[in-house]
């Protein structure tokens, strides 16, 4: 029996992102990966695990093989945006166990120019097999499912277009300060209101927009930790959590699945939502912000429109910065843009973020975050807690 071991984040990276005419996805995978390896100082022989989702028909086998590995622990768990908290959650206990020594988690995505040179259309289809059958007759596309969540929230508990507006001028501000945001303009909640409709209540400016992009994450167990060119981000805890896959067996629309990941990832932690410096949240839509809010416990159910009023969520003067880098609706959004969660956490625990970085109140660096991916139509959640070295 192998005594359970500490494990950390030691490398972190993006491929390019933003605009990418004239890379494939594979190539991006490979940009991030061996960026992550070199920002952690480690030989790539070391790497005897890797974990990938959303590319080729065996991956993670095909993306091992062009990145030139050969692991003995691999996972391709795929639950869309949430995939990589919850690798990152899988990798930590296989490390942890003994199974492997240091997992790379890859993803690479050429969203934007595969639009652009129309290899694929802008709407994402999940098909019409098993319960999809039954709402995609009706045009019930993705977007359409968090339109309806978001105004059920609204009818609720009273939350306004214009807090949820506030999501998105925040997030544009934080990425303001990040010259790697593809959008860094200032707007204002009226831009935002008075942009094109896309799906009741959500004008354009409220959805994420299309990137292309990578980005890699490398954990290790303690004991490589003293070889590594950085400082340990140490995993303390982790949670997720499924709620469902048709609408009709959504109990309540106005909670998501991290209400339960969240909990989880908190209490094994051993840490309380008001510890934590900042948080980095799936926002493919403002209300995931707001809901994922509540849910996470910073603050009660029904208050996340009252919450981000203030510019809580601010780099600049916010009490619980989120989204730090811009997030999905202001920096870059290459479909499962979970992975791009941790490299921005890590980075910030490890004060490597320049004009956007965040301090505590006494000027230190932040100590404590938490990264919470949603999947799906709030389908899936996966949550992990991050303390710094």
Known sequence: ???????????????????????????LHAQAARRALADAGLDRSLVDGFASAGLGTLAPVEVAEYLGLRPTWVDSTSVGGSTWEVMAAHAADAIAAGHARAVLLAYGSTARADVKAGRRTGTLSFGTRGPLQFEAPYGHTLIAKYAMAARRH????????????EVA?????????????????????DEVASGPMIADPF????????????AAVLLAAEEYVRDCRTAPVWVLGSGESVSHSAMSEWPDFTVSPAAVSGRLAFERAGVRPSEIDFAEIYDAFTYMTLVTLEDLGFCAKGEGGAFVEKGRLRVEGGELPVNTDGG?????HPGMRGLFLLVEAVRQLRGECGDRQVRRADGSLPRLTVASGTGGWF???GTVVLGAG
Do not use: W
């Open 328 to 332: 999905g609706l202001s920096a870059q």
């Open 154 to 165: 609204m009818i609720e508990y009273g939350t306004t277009i214009e807090q949820l507006a």
């Open 1 to 27: 029996m192998v005594d359970r071991r500490k494990v950390a984040v030691v490398g972190v990276a993006l491929s390019d992102c933003g605009r990418v005419d004239d890379a494939t996805p594979y190539a």
């Open 169 to 189: 001028v925040q997030a544009r501000a934080n990425a303001s300060l990040n010259p790697e945001a593809m959008f860094r303009a200032p707007i204002t909640a």
């Open 203 to 214: 004008t354009k400016l409220h959805c994420c927009l299309r990137s292309d992009g990578g």
């Open 379 to 381: 389908c899936s959640s």
